[in-house]
């Protein structure tokens, strides 16, 4: 029987990592989904997402700013680090900390990233927290294309969430994160699908294909 290799996937992470769960969970474990979680790169040690990781036997590493002299530094030891895995897909699922071009430039059109917000509102820190105080009735999340510009690459993928009206932070987050934990694992299918692509006349423009019916 003819075998396909494996979607391979690594996942950069920072905190909780309960993107990273979604991914384990819907992609990562099942056997028919075509997609495999090679490589999961922590900018912390001793984080929860890490935890998750070895439980489900994927291969970790730390790669932390503090062990390096500068951002690009740091970004050009991540790259090697991330690029021995052989990824056909790099996913920033809660990486907190600013790429360069010294890690991008490595990896172009293949690098995505998770925002609790629909961008391009409330980009940056505490997306929800902004969301909040500026009293909107929407937010949502957003997985888009990783460029330099923090929060500004093309959209992929977005979903709206409406804030519930006592305006409880823990009930928005919960939302969004029920949000992203579909969202982002149906992105990275999309691409294993070999369905997503960015316009060459139109880099902004991101093109999804519709399944062919027969
Ligand atoms: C997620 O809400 C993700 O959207 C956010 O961090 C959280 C990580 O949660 N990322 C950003 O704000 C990036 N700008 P997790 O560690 O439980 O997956």
Redesign the pocket.
Known sequence: MASTEPYRVVVL??????????IIDELHLPDDSGVTCALVVSSHAGV??LDRAAAAGIRTEVVAMVDHPDRAGRDRALAEIVSGATPDLVV?????SILTGAFLDRFPDRVI????SLLPAFA?????GQALAWGARITG?TVHFAEEE??AGPPILQEAVPVPYDRSADAL?SR??EA?HRLLPSAIRLFAEGRVSRDPSDRRRVIITEVQSR
């Open positions: 992470v920072s905190g909780s990592g309960t993107n990273l769960q979604a929860a997402a920033l699922a809660g990486f907190m990233n998770l925002h609790p940056g820190v505490d997306a929800i999340v923090v929060d987050t969004i994160r992203e």
